[in-house]
């Protein structure tokens, strides 16, 4: 698959390192692509050498999935210059989530309750197919679950299509996850993004981002 | 322990029933006592005979331990009329969720992101020793734990006071519960408080209140 990962950062890299190793066709997005090389991407790409970077919307023109790997607060405008267009009809895999550090650690949400990021970036592109997933975990452990108890424990996914949920958990399944549960529509992600709260303060207390919650039943 | 179970509904009950089958001395506390003996509380009664009624403040006055089982839209009122005096010093379990049934199912919740019913059940009784705990799962789980996957899931406590977790984990322990997570102070209730929605729309996935989540580490 043709796959666009918008944002340079920790997330952005895992997705798009082990998408490429899994044999996908990668592109990173990044808002200003000479910034991005003139920072550590350099070395990163050594390292990566069959990770293509673009901007935002080069690198969506052309994919046939989009992954949202900007941060909560930057991911309108992100998926903005990717275009509509361009993210029309596509699956929007969206793993941002809407923490506000205005007040220091551990940071609040900035939409909750009753709405969350998934539903603002459905419904501010409507033509894209949003699911929300792998927000409910470290980077390191969405590509690499397998490290943790063997992969025994979930994630979720969140959308109104039901063929772009089902595009999403084959990619997770590839990923080595064995528990994707399809929680419903969009307005569940609601309740994957209101698990951050509880996931900062388990991070505080057990001193690493290597822990996933299980589904138990 | 003598055990003061403010709440009379299916909460309240199971905590009750349970906690007297342990050995504990437990009065239930309600607001209108000729009221909830008028409802169906005859016929729960009958088959725990162990257990007391009381008003609310008449089961706290006697009590070591609280715990507050009523709705969380009443339980600052419940609370106010247990009584300050009667609730200074004592450990406060508190299980309820801030739930706003406004809008109809799923509901949403009325404290959130920087606060939780927790830490203003804790600043309104400032001298009682508020542990959140057991709001996380549904009441038949929360003390028959071993019923499902032989209890290997988790629970958490929240607190400001170390051994009034102590006091709650134990109790915790004896209902069957092997993993009590200590999350850290009473501001860490949001975490659990806010995980409600995804509890709730896996309820409405799973079809059953009998699942639970692990913290796998």
Known sequence: MRIAVLGTGMVGRAIAAR?????????????????????????????????????????????????????????????????????????????????????GFPPTLSVLNDDSLGERIQRAFPRTRVVKALNTLTADLMTHPRQLADGDHSVFVCGDD???KKTVAELLADFGHTDVI????????????????????????????????????
């Not at 692509?33 to 990566?48: E, F, I, K, L, N």
């Not at 080069?58 to 992954?67: M, N």
């Not at 909560?72 to 895999?93: D, F, I, R, W, Y």
């Not at 307005?187 to 919650?213: D, H, S, V």
């Open 162 to 164: 039901p063929d772009a």
């Open 19 to 103: 998408a490429a190793e899994l044999g996908h066709e990668v592109t990173v997005g990044t808002r200003d692509v000479a910034a991005t090389r003139a920072g550590d991407w350099a070395d990163w790409a050594a390292s990566h050498p069959r990770v293509g970077l673009a901007g935002h919307a080069d690198a969506t023109r052309g994919s046939e999935l989009v992954v949202n790997a900007t941060s909560g607060a930057g991911s309108l405008t992100a998926l903005a210059a990717a275009g509509e267009e361009n993210l029309a009809g596509k699956v929007l895999l969206d793993i941002a989530n809407p923490l506000d550090f205005g007040n």
């Open 182 to 217: 399809d929680l419903s529509d969009i307005t569940t992600a609601r309740g994957t993004e209101m698990l951050l709260p509880l996931w900062l303060r388990l991070y505080g207390k057990l001193g690493t981002g290597i822990f996933n919650i299980k589904v138990v039943r």
